[in-house]
Nanobody, 119 residues
Framework: QVQLVESGGGLVQAGGSLRLSCAASGAIFRINTMDWYRQAPGKQRELVAAITSVGTTNYADSVKGRFTISRDNAKNTVYLQMNSLRPEDTAVYYC?????????????WGQGTQVTVSS
C-alpha cells in the first residue's frame, strides 16, 4: 500500500498564498503522475494540477498563472504553490498518486486538506 500525507492547508485572505505538500511512502515502485484535486461543497471533485515523472505539468484553466505544481522525486513529494487565492478556491484539496506496474495502473488518495479563502 501507498500512504499519502498532505499538509499546508488553512485559512487565508483573498490575495494570499498557501503551499500544500504531499509526501508519499510505502509500496512505491514507479510513479507515473502526482496530482492535486479539489472538491468544494456541493461540487464534483476536479483536477487542479498534474505533474508527470519527467516534470510535464497540466493545470485547470481556473488556476493557470496562479498555482504552480512541482515535485521532488527523491522525496516522493509533490507541492502546490497557490498564489493570488480567491474565495472560489475554497475546497478540500486531495493529493493523488498514480503508478504503473506492467499493464496495471494504481491510484492512491490522500485524506484531504482544507483550504479556506475569505473575502
Amino acid at each position: 500500500q501507498v500512504q499519502l500525507v498532505e499538509s499546508g492547508g488553512g485559512l487565508v485572505q483573498a490575495g494570499g498564498s498557501l503551499r500544500l505538500s504531499c509526501a508519499a511512502s510505502g509500496a512505491i515502485f514507479r510513479i507515473n503522475t502526482m496530482d492535486w484535486y479539489r472538491q468544494a461543497p456541493g461540487k464534483q471533485r476536479e483536477l487542479v494540477a498534474a505533474i508527470t515523472s519527467v516534470g510535464t505539468t497540466n493545470y485547470a484553466d481556473s488556476v493557470k498563472g496562479r498555482f504552480t505544481i512541482s515535485r521532488d522525486n527523491a522525496k516522493n513529494t509533490v507541492y502546490l504553490q497557490m498564489n493570488s487565492l480567491r474565495p472560489e478556491d475554497t475546497a478540500v484539496y486531495y493529493c493523488n498518486l498514480n503508478q504503473k506496474w506492467f499493464t496495471s495502473s494504481y491510484d492512491y488518495w490522500g485524506q484531504g486538506t482544507q483550504v479556506t479563502v475569505s473575502s
